[in-house]
Structure formats: structure tokens, C-alpha cells
């Protein structure tokens, strides 16, 4: 069973960087066939996907065009897990942030697991 | 990029009456190569994430209970629910994976009870 577990500040300060890890268990974040997302939700926003990393005989990115200046999404290989970091916050920002797997072949382009989420506030 | 829209926003159903929702994309999410249509749906209770209900429009992921139904094709996606039970009040969400990255997600319809 596949389990993605969040954490990270639930408070960042405006013009910071907001930082969030997705701890991976029952997959491999360097599987061949998963892809690991970072998707954030909001009143104003909806669903709104905004990066994923993979491994295809080497590490992709891929980000959405409205934070692609801003976004960086890591695997970490040692810990099985991988991180989402967004600069130069505002208060737009403010969302429950999720990571999310989707997985090649088996649900098509469906995101199968979830992480809990991590509503994060950005206020001075 | 594909903006997914649903309708209605929200709605009000008996106990054990039929439920429908509905999903139009902007253009079209059918693959004519593999004639699958790249939509998903997803079901999601407060504070809790989405959880994935239906792939290829109309694949139930394992474990769905049978009342749970998607069809349609091309642009046009209806998610039915058959007999609504009191656990099915949450917010569904249509999503396409057609031009992925990026997903993009329709804006949500909440389902109550009447």
C-alpha cells in the first residue's frame, strides 16, 4: 500500500520561500513508471496542478507555467521522498498544498495516491 | 491549456435517488489513436484529499462501489451515481490528463442531501 506523508511549516512570511516534503512508502520515488506532483488547492484557485519530478534513465521536471519562476520540486533518492519549494510567497499563495503519484499504464493520468495535505498560511 | 467546466456547482438528492454530474472540456480529451478519453473523476470529503474514483472516463478504480458510473466521450463526461447513499456527500471533481502537464481540474460540484 502506497503511503505519501506531508510535512512542513504551515506559517511562511511573505517574500520567503515555502518548503513542504512528501515522505514515500510502498514505492520508490525513482520508479520508472510513477510520477511524483506537488498539486495545491485553494477557494479562489481550485485544483491547481504545480510540478512533478520523475525518473526515465533520468530526472525530469515538469511545472506549471503560473509558478515555473518560482517552483523547484527535488527527489531525494536517500530518503525516499521529494520536496516542493516555492520563492518569493505572497498571500496568494495561501492553499492546502498535496503531493500526489501518478503512475503510468495503471490508472491512466489519474493521481491514484494523496498525500494528507498541509494548508499553508502565508502572513507576516 | 484545456479548462474543464461542470455543472451545476452543487446540488440537492434524496436518499437513494439517482445523481448526475456533468464535465465539458474545451476541446476535445479523446485520443484517436487508442480511443480513450483522458478524464478522470474524483470524490472529495471535507478535510480530506481528492480521492480517485473513475479513470479513462469510465474505469472504476478498484475498490469503487459499483454505483459510482462515468460516460461520455469527446467533451462531453456525465458522472452518475445510481442510488446516493448519506457517505457519497462530498465535492467531485472532473480532471483531463489529455494534454498533461498540465492536469487541470473542473471547478468542483457539491453534493448534499436533500
Known amino acids: 500500500q502506497v503511503q505519501l506523508q506531508q510535512s512542513g511549516p504551515g506559517l511562511v512570511k511573505p517574500s520567503q520561500t515555502l518548503s513542504l516534503t512528501c515522505a514515500i512508502s510502498g514505492d520508490s520515488v525513482s520508479s520508472n513508471s510513477a510520477a511524483w506532483n506537488w498539486i495545491r488547492q485553494s477557494p479562489s484557485r481550485g485544483l491547481e496542478w504545480l510540478g512533478r519530478?520523475?525518473?526515465?534513465?533520468?530526472?525530469?521536471?515538469d511545472y506549471a507555467v503560473s509558478v515555473k519562476s518560482r517552483i523547484t520540486i527535488n527527489p531525494d533518492t536517500s530518503k525516499n521522498q521529494f520536496s516542493l519549494q516555492l520563492n518569493s510567497v505572497s498571500p496568494e499563495d495561501t492553499a492546502v498544498y498535496y503531493c500526489?503519484?501518478?503512475?503510468?499504464?495503471?490508472?491512466?493520468?489519474?493521481?491514484?495516491?494523496w498525500g494528507q495535505g498541509t494548508l499553508v498560511t502565508v502572513s507576516s | 491549456d484545456i479548462v474543464m467546466t461542470q455543472s451545476p456547482d452543487s446540488l440537492a438528492v434524496s436518499l437513494g435517488e439517482r445523481t448526475t454530474i456533468n464535465c465539458k472540456s474545451s476541446q476535445s480529451v479523446l485520443y484517436s489513436s487508442n480511443n480513450k478519453n483522458y478524464l478522470a473523476w474524483y470524490q472529495q470529503k471535507p478535510g480530506q484529499p481528492p480521492k480517485l474514483l473513475i479513470y479513462?472516463?469510465?474505469t472504476r478504480k478498484s475498490g469503487v462501489p459499483d454505483r459510482f458510473s462515468g460516460s461520455g466521450s469527446g467533451t462531453y463526461f456525465t458522472l452518475t451515481i445510481s442510488s446516493l447513499q448519506a457517505e457519497d456527500v462530498a465535492v467531485y471533481y472532473c480532471q483531463q490528463y489529455y494534454t498533461a502537464p498540465p492536469w487541470t481540474f473542473g471547478q468542483g460540484t457539491k453534493v448534499e442531501i436533500k
Open positions: 519530478t520523475y525518473y526515465r534513465s533520468k530526472w525530469n521536471n
Open positions: 479513462w472516463a469510465s
Open positions: 500526489a503519484r501518478v503512475i503510468a499504464g495503471t490508472t491512466g493520468g489519474g493521481f491514484d495516491y
